[in-house]
């Protein structure tokens, strides 16, 4: 039975990992792993590969960045002579990137099984690109692999039938889980000069809050304030870089003596930097999860979350871009006045291995 596996993107590829793990020790699964290339650079892609093990990709398309509507049609026309040529039970994408929708509507229109895995998280803003992906994937999907119970509730209400709906845990969370102990082994903290707790963890990359110089500014006012107290270690995404080099806003980032831009981080120094940070304040959605699990206080800024469960039940707080807001989290984080966080259900490390076993039955 052989699943074509669809990686594209940085955050696609610790999703992927344990996937192929599972599918590979699978005796009746035979899995074929595609990256789109809509990520291409080391630091966003390859690094990945290498640190969690990932196989080789069989097929690359190589399509890198272009606008939505070009990179997703590049994407459509290089994979259908690949789902055609290899005839593939089932095609399956992960999460919420272009690949993911690309993917998804050439394998439905040639009338091949859709397996969404990270279905049904709903930020329900429709300015966000990846709420479109999500909804659309969803809508097409034959099987769909929830994370969190608000994903399940997501997919009833929009009429999707119950046999379709696997609740499973958190494919990022087994790679969390399989990669701790050697993250714990990074250098990076002695290389950065840092001691653990005594620094913040910062990531922005969401096009509402980095493409708008006013929103952009607004979180500038409230870095400005943190980092004369807590130095701040800030791995800087291409899209944040470039649109940075090219605004007034990047004087005021140089100013600011205790944010540290560094590259793009491998997963191993990502996943220690935030284990042992005070706290990490992302716009991303993975670090919520991550965050949660590692019990490391999160404030998110933006004024919405796809992930919920991360909030009422994990480290994550909600906080927007409003500077005042942002400073008085940030005051409640560092001063210890956040609830103790649990584990979401079936977040154990597992989650992969239960998609594999339902596959086998389901497909
Ligand atoms: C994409 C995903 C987003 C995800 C993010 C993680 C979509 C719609 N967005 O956003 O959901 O959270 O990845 O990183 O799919 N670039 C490089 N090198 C690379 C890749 C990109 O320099 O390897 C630069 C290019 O200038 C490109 C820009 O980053 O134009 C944005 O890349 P793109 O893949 O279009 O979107 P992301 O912002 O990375």
């Known amino acids: 039975m052989i699943i074509i596996n669809v990686a594209g993107a940085r955050p696609n590829f610790m999703k992927i990992a344990p996937l192929m793990t599972a599918f590979k020790r699978h005796p009746q699964i035979e899995p074929i792993l595609l990256h789109t290339g809509q990520h291409y650079d080391d630091r966003m892609s390859d690094l990945f590969f290498r640190q969690l093990e990932i196989p080789e990709p069989e097929i690359n398309l190589g399509v890198g960045s272009a606008s939505h509507a070009v990179q997703t049609a590049e994407i459509m026309r290089a994979f259908e002579p690949v789902v055609l040529d290899h005839a593939p039970a089932a095609v399956l994408v992960v999460g919420d990137v272009n690949s993911t929708i690309a993917c998804g509507l050439v394998a439905v229109k040639l009338g091949v099984k859709l397996i969404h895995v990270e279905a049904g998280l709903r930020s329900f803003d429709r300015t966000m ?205 560092v001063e210890g006045r956040s609830r103790e966080p649990k584990t979401p259900p079936l977040w154990d490390g597992h989650a992969a291995e239960r998609i594999a076993d339902i596959l086998a039955e389901k497909l």
Request: glycine residues 6%.
């Open 129 to 333: 690109p990846e709420e479109i992906n999500r909804l659309l994937t969803d809508a097409i999907s034959d099987l769909l692999f929830c994370t969190e119970q608000g994903g399940v509730n997501n997919l009833r209400r929009e009429g999707i039938p119950d046999e379709k709906i696997f609740l499973v845990g958190n494919v990022m969370i087994d790679t969390l889980l399989n990669n701790k102990a050697k993250a714990d082994n990074s250098k990076i903290l002695s290389e950065l000069g840092l001691t653990a707790r005594g620094y913040a963890v910062l990531t922005l990359h969401r096009p509402s809050n980095v493409d708008d110089p006013a929103v952009f500014g607004r979180l500038l006012d409230a870095l400005e304030v943190i980092q004369k107290d807590l130095p701040i270690i800030f791995p800087i995404h291409p899209r944040t870089r470039k649109n940075l080099s090219r605004s007034s806003l990047c004087t005021r980032v140089e100013a600011m003596a205790n944010l540290r831009l560094i590259d793009p981080a491998g997963y191993l120094d990502f996943l220690k930097l935030m284990s042992d940070a005070k706290l990490v304040l992302t716009d991303s959605g993975g670090i919520q999860e991550e965050t949660t699990i590692l019990k490391v206080p999160c404030l998110t800024l933006r004024e919405n979350t796809e992930r919920p469960v991360t909030a009422e039940l994990g480290s994550n707080t909600v906080v927007g871009t409003d500077p005042k807001k942002i400073i008085a989290a940030y005051r409640d984080a």
